[in-house]
């Protein structure tokens, strides 16, 4: 009998194992072929205390999974916004923001907050790491701080810069022997929970060669005291950037705003200096449509590419059902390579309108292409 499933439809994905919250379900694929899963989870919702950061290992493309190992335990600080990294050695790296000082509160806006203070912590702190020389079944117990440079958006936040706001959610890359891990700055919290953001590169020459991970350097990109904003007119939002790198080593990146457009920029020295952002557009020059959600491009290894958004004007949150995707392929100017997209096909979609499919991850294997995802409480 014919297999009849849409499998489009995310009601016939294999479930990824987490507590009652569930957030970027992102994968590398270890040296020994076993699938390694990083999961923001918690026995909350997104940001409450318990938040913490865990991974689990399939070696049957995702089927199943072993019990989930603790990057940082369910009783300790607020762990968040994973992204893994793996070098030539095999080891892996997990990069997270962490509440090491256990702030319980955090300036704000009144309103939306009564008395200015919020108490949702899970995105400042500092941005750590640890590392896993065993494919991902356990994880170092040192946790190692990554230096972030101060910039104008920080010293204007509520503290000046003395406690800083951020996240991630693009994953890391590596260009030329150095690692690149994305950040997302935050200027304040308010209406909408980051009411400014841009977006910053931190990149270590030698994070893939110490023997000892505290020893690695770091700087923060691109130079000057502003990271990747909104184009011209179109706010004070630019957050979650995802980057590619093209087949002449420019890096490429793609983020939400929130005036019904994604942006993009490209930079063509290694992040140190980008183009004046713009809204993205096809091949044949419309605009792409696309609200405050994640919007993600993979390089696949064809060396064409991939673009997940979901196709509407929205300028909020809601409305992440469905995804579709954009096939890209680079294309020659002046000035070096970009990537022109395709018009878009649907991808993934669920029955309720209100199921929120977000924070993807593709793997690539034996000439198969899989999707992660989540709605927050299953991945």
């Known amino acids: 009998m014919n297999d009849t499933r849409d499998n489009r439809n995310i009601a016939n994905g294999h479930e990824i194992p987490t507590?009652?919250?569930?957030?970027?379900p992102y994968i590398v694929r270890a040296d020994d072929g076993a699938w390694v899963c990083v999961l923001t989870t918690g026995p909350g919702h997104e940001g409450d205390a318990g938040q913490h950061v865990v991974t689990l290992r399939s070696t049957d493309r995702g089927q199943s999974w072993t019990a989930p190992v603790d990057v940082e335990p369910v009783d300790g600080p607020e762990a968040s916004y994973a992204v893994l990294l793996k070098a030539s050695s095999g080891r892996l790296f997990c990069f997270y923001n962490h509440n090491t000082d256990n702030v319980r509160s955090i300036r704000a806006d009144d309103p939306p907050y009564p008395g200015g203070l919020c108490y949702r912590v899970d995105s400042q702190g500092h941005f750590v790491f640890k590392v896993s020389d065993d494919h991902g079944r356990s994880w170092s117990p040192q946790r190692y701080?990554?230096?972030?440079?101060?910039?104008e958006i920080d010293r204007q936040?509520?503290?000046?810069?003395?406690?800083?706001?951020?996240w991630n959610v693009g994953k890391p890359f590596i260009y030329a022997g150095a690692a690149f891990v994305p950040l997302h700055k935050v200027g304040g919290i308010g209406y909408g929970f980051f009411t400014r953001s841009e977006g910053v590169l931190l990149r270590s020459a030698d994070l893939l060669t110490v023997s000892e991970p505290a020893d690695a350097t770091w700087?923060?990109?691109p130079d000057?005291?502003?990271?990747?904003?909104?184009?011209?007119?179109?706010?004070?939002?630019?957050?979650?950037?995802?980057?590619?790198?093209?087949?002449?080593?420019s890096f490429y990146c793609v983020y939400r705003t929130i005036d019904g457009h994604p942006a993009y920029a490209i930079s063509r020295?290694?992040?140190?200096?980008?183009?004046?952002?713009?809204?993205?557009?096809?091949?044949?020059?419309?605009?792409?449509?696309?609200?405050?959600?994640?919007?993600?491009?993979?390089?696949?290894?064809?060396?064409?590419y991939l673009y997940w958004f979901h196709n509407h004007g929205g300028t909020w949150y809601e409305d992440r059902n469905p995804v579709w995707l954009c096939g890209g392929v680079e294309h020659d100017t002046?000035?070096?390579?970009?990537?022109?997209?395709?018009?878009?096909?649907?991808?993934?979609?669920?029955?309720?309108?209100?199921?929120?499919?977000s924070y993807p991850d593709l793997v690539e294997?034996?000439?198969?292409?899989?999707?992660s995802e989540t709605q927050k409480d299953t991945a």
């Open 365 to 371: 294997e034996d000439g198969h292409f899989y999707l």
């Open 19 to 24: 507590e009652t919250y569930s957030d970027q």
């Open 224 to 249: 000057g005291e502003a990271g990747l904003r909104a184009p011209a007119g179109g706010g004070a939002i630019a957050e979650e950037q995802s980057f590619t790198v093209l087949s002449d080593g």
């Open 145 to 151: 701080i990554v230096p972030v440079r101060m910039m």
């Open 334 to 357: 002046p000035e070096g390579k970009t990537i022109a997209w395709s018009q878009p096909e649907i991808v993934l979609y669920d029955d309720d309108p209100f199921v929120r499919i």
């Open 269 to 304: 020295d290694g992040g140190r200096t980008w183009t004046a952002p713009e809204h993205l557009r096809y091949a044949d020059g419309r605009l792409v449509r696309h609200p405050r959600a994640a919007n993600f491009v993979w390089r696949c290894t064809n060396g064409r």
């Open 157 to 166: 936040n509520p503290y000046a810069g003395a406690i800083r706001y951020f």
């Open 219 to 221: 700087e923060t990109l």
